[in-house]
């Protein structure tokens, strides 16, 4: 649900909703922007990154809802112009689907 309003761009929303999910979650570190309320990008980056290293150690690297923090976090990293490690991030996504699924799936195949 966190990865819809982040796509609508309800950055707020998608915030509290991904923090509340966090058991030990505290108050994100928050970096100034241009506007003064603080870098959604960072606070984005954080979340999804914590949800990734527990995805892989609770549920495992090819599971659907890690591959899923892992594919918004190579959006947050290409939104932060962190490129070379965003498609990196694509990539091991893509590969893991493939391993997954295989070739011919809808999921893999776009």
């Known amino acids: 649900m966190g990865g819809c309003f ?3 761009g309800d950055y707020a929303e998608a915030e509290e909703l991904c923090a509340s999910t966090m058991d030990d979650s505290k ?3 928050r970096e100034k922007d241009e506007d ?3 870098s959604k990008y960072q606070t984005a980056q954080q979340l999804f990154e914590k949800a990734v290293k527990r995805g892989e150690k609770n549920l495992g690297c090819d599971y659907p809802d890690t ?3 892992l594919l918004m976090l190579a959006h947050v990293y290409t939104e932060q112009d962190r490129l ?3 498609e990196e991030l694509f990539w091991r996504t893509l590969d ?3 391993a997954r699924l295989g070739r011919d799936d809808y ?3 776009a």
Request: aromatic fraction near 4%; hydrophobic fraction near 25%.
């Open 96 to 98: 893991a689907h493939t």
């Open 36 to 38: 003064g309320t603080g």
């Open 27 to 29: 108050p994100p570190i």
């Open 107 to 109: 999921e893999t195949r």
């Open 84 to 86: 070379d490690e965003a």
């Open 6 to 8: 982040w796509e609508r």
């Open 67 to 69: 591959l899923n923090s």
